[in-house]
């Protein structure tokens, strides 16, 4: 699932755009983690994702749909055949066991009211009725572009105004294997909604060809007591976390389209940049440990230290509550610099430099409650097509 850009109401998480990355090499030369005497700082090792039964779309069919009252519907079509051949897929199909893919263009009726999920699932049905749209065979991957103004209805009854829950998902569609999503326009027609939607829509196949049924490639199910388990385990804004979670905010430009890189263990397992294809620019972030105790009505001061693969400019930080239990936390984020960035001031970090992050626990928390927060670094103002964030999650608990 692709999560809301978590910090709308700041400039930090504007969607990006902007220059080649990619292209028939896809700019894949990742840095050195060691080139001319730089030392990234030491970070806590990456997570590592598994599966439970082994199955994945392949060979793939995709299946693009828009709506006809979509202006711009002809550039998701396009977008989905660039996809299907692309260097972004030829690399990060193999991995996990993808094959070839296929697209197919379908235009459908005009949408006009706002899409509840069972309302996507229908008019997919209908499309497939009418034979406007293939059969499914347990490998197809149904991806709905909605048209700019139409927004889906969640479960339970809230819309999805300004992507403010989700800009996408994915879901397994009847019962031979197949997968359906969709992506919802943040951003309008313009070319900035464009990217955003081919961001979510890259994102979404991804995670629907290598998690189809929900017991795919994902971290393990976060438990009832996370602070038992892996930190990163509770990342995933409520949902399991699948292999483009991890690599949210990150950008690779082929082609005149924007995708979203996504989460390698090979990649990860050097102790660099985790998402591929790789760029041609030093991959930055933050490490702390993964959880901390704090009693009820206290605060706890967590370091987080900065680490960069190759020497680099400044990057900035947020952060964002992404659960929490026991009543109202505070946070609050800072270090001895600061970057001042479209209007808004962060504390700004470099590799071996250090922030604080401080958390007080609300005054009557039960033992148990617990508080998880996303870190976000960016340093998008490396290039225009720079990623526009990395993420580092951190938990407190009450013991």
């Not at 292209?23 to 005497?37: E, I, K, R, Y």
């Not at 890189?261 to 930055?284: F, N, Q």
């Not at 930080?317 to 808004?344: C, M, P, V």
């Amino acid at each position: 699932m692709r999560s809301i850009l978590l910090a709308g109401s700041i400039g930090l998480f504007a969607c990006g755009g902007g220059g080649e990355t990619g292209g028939d090499d896809g700019g894949m030369g990742a840095p050195d983690l060691a080139s001319g005497g730089f030392t990234p700082a030491p970070h806590a090792a990456w997570p590592k994702f598994s599966t439970s039964d082994n199955t994945v779309l392949s060979p793939m069919t995709l299946v693009s749909i828009v709506a006809q009252n979509d202006g711009v519907g002809g550039s998701f079509l396009d977008f989905g055949d660039r996809l299907a051949q692309s260097s972004w897929w030829k690399t990060v199909a193999p991995e996990y066991m993808l094959g070839s893919a296929t697209n197919v263009r379908v235009t459908g009726p005009a949408m006009t009211k706002n899409v509840t999920q069972d309302d996507i699932v229908a008019y997919i049905n209908m499309l497939i009725q009418a034979k406007a749209a293939p059969a499914p065979n347990g490998n197809t991957m149904y991806m709905v572009y909605l048209p700019a103004g139409i927004v889906e209805i969640a479960p339970d009854g809230t819309l999805n105004t300004n992507c403010q829950i989700w800009e996408g998902f994915h879901l397994p569609f009847g019962n031979k294997g197949d997968n359906w999503a969709f992506a919802q326009r943040c951003y309008g027609d313009g070319q900035m909604g464009i990217d955003d939607a081919t961001n979510t829509g890259s994102h979404e196949v991804y995670e629907g060809a290598t998690d189809p049924t929900g017991n795919g490639w994902t971290l393990s199910i976060p438990s009832a007591t996370p602070w038992t388990g892996e930190i990163w385990d509770s990342a995933g804004y409520g949902a399991l976390v699948e292999l483009a979670d991890l690599c949210g905010g990150t950008t690779f430009r082929e082609g005149g389209f924007d995708y979203q890189r996504v989460w390698s263990d090979a990649a990860a397992a050097k102790g660099g940049d985790p998402c591929v294809p790789a760029i041609a620019e030093p991959y930055y972030n933050v490490t702390a440990d993964g959880w901390y105790q704090v009693t009820a009505g206290s605060t706890v001061q967590i370091t987080l230290t900065g680490w960069s693969t190759a020497q680099m400019g400044d990057w900035y930080l947020d952060h964002a509550e992404i659960g929490a239990t026991g009543g109202t936390w505070k946070e609050s984020l800072s270090s001895s610099r600061s970057f001042k960035y479209q209007g808004y001031v962060y504390p700004a970090l470099n590799n071996a430099e250090t922030a604080t992050l401080k958390v007080t626990a609300p005054a009557n928390a039960q033992s148990g409650s617990y508080d998880t927060i996303m870190v976000f670094s960016s340093a998008e103002q490396m290039s225009p097509a720079s990623d526009l964030y990395h993420v580092w999650p951190v938990g407190v608990y009450v013991p």
